[in-house]
């Protein structure tokens, strides 16, 4: 996908804060520190349009990235960072699904897992609530897909698609965000969603 102007617009922690804009919108979530960053900077072929760190958890508030006026990702705050307190940890999960369950203007929601591990209790927690409570497709993005040998690959996809129980019909695509490996297969999910 060619991008002209791909932004960051905002950055929200309840829901009068979204944008307002009849956009489709693409949610984020995953682990600290899985690469949703890396993932969106790789995607809008931008280096540092959303701030990575080495600290996971760095991510608290939801940040939304307008799109050539087309679309947005919206990055949610990662889950399953052990140094925060219960009590913050329950803020970001309630600033996590509210905005999944009452987001009108969501399409699409990527998962994405760290494709050298099996997928952690917090990510399979995440994706049955995902389809039990969401109308909309999820697609499993297995990230950092650069640091594992191409022999173990098969493998890895094997475990994730084991471990989260998903069933054949259910998106899968493999993903660096070092060598922008998936990154076409990623947009035309995204192009057919936003079409319909």
């Known amino acids: 996908m060619n991008i002209q102007n ?10 009068e804060q979204y944008p307002s804009h009849q956009l489709p919108e693409i949610a984020l979530v ?19 349009l959303a701030k990575s760190s080495a600290t ?7 940040n939304f990235y307008n799109i050539d006026e087309t679309c947005y990702f919206v990055d949610l705050p990662g889950y399953g960072y052990a140094k925060v307190s ?18 009108p203007h969501l399409k699409l929601i990527i998962m994405l897992v760290d494709v050298r591990h099996a997928p ?4 399979q927690m995440m ?25 173990q690959i ?6 994730i698609r084991q471990v989260l129980e998903m069933n054949p ?22 192009r057919q969603i936003i079409k319909n």
Do not use: C
């Open 127 to 151: 994706f049955d609530w995902l389809l039990t409570n969401q109308e909309n497709p999820v697609l499993i993005l297995a990230s950092k897909l650069d640091k594992i040998p191409r022999s």
């Open 120 to 123: 952690s209790p917090e990510d």
């Open 86 to 103: 219960k009590a913050e940890k329950a803020t970001w999960d309630r600033m996590i699904k509210n905005y999944l369950e009452a987001r």
């Open 30 to 48: 995953g682990r600290s520190n899985v690469g949703k960053s890396s993932f969106i900077n790789a995607m809008l072929n931008r280096r540092n």
């Open 56 to 62: 996971p958890g760095k991510t608290r508030v939801i």
């Open 154 to 159: 098969q493998k890895h996809l094997k475990r």
């Open 6 to 15: 791909a932004k960051y617009e905002v950055t929200a922690v309840k829901p």
């Open 169 to 190: 019909q259910e998106m899968l695509i493999p993903f660096s965000a070092t060598n922008r490996q998936g990154t076409k297969e990623v947009w035309e999910v995204i």
